[in-house]
Nanobody, 122 residues
Framework: QVRLRESGGELVHAGASLTLSCVFAGVPVDGVIAWFRQAPGKEREAISCITKSDTYDYLDSVKGRFTISRERLRNIVYLQMNSLKPEDTAVYYC?????????????????WGQGTQVTVSS
């Protein structure tokens, strides 16, 4: 059974840092995992993706502030978020890519977590 579970979201002030975790099971340990986010009234957008050895960043507004990484032996993918801004407020999701290659396209991801809420106050 495939499971992805995000955690780490909370209410923080602008300028704070958070680390989100995505624990996954039922897919290969080197499976391609990406982080997405969706703000109220907006489309879901890809943030970053990680393969066994490479990372890809898709969202210009967070480049230099957000970093994706993985702890391979524990099946965890992280999203380190620094210098948070109110516009980063969203539900953050992790997802597994069915094509085993990084992509910013939602439809290429076949398994999703339930999301974790990040709220940044000004």
């Amino acid at each position: 059974q495939v499971r992805l579970r995000e955690s780490g979201g909370e209410l923080v002030h602008a300028g704070a840092s958070l680390t989100l975790s995505c624990v996954f099971a039922g897919v290969p340990v080197d499976g391609v995992i990406a982080w997405f986010r969706q703000a109220p009234g907006k489309e879901r957008e890809a943030i970053s993706c990680i393969t066994k050895s490479d990372t890809y960043d898709y969202l210009d507004s967070v480049k230099g502030r957000f970093t994706i990484s993985r702890e391979r032996l524990r099946n965890i993918v992280y999203l380190q978020m620094n210098s948070l801004k109110p516009e980063d407020t969203a539900v953050y999701y992790c997802a597994h890519n069915r094509k085993y290659a990084c992509s910013g396209l939602n439809y290429e991801y076949n398994f999703w977590g339930q999301g974790t809420q990040v709220t940044v106050s000004s």
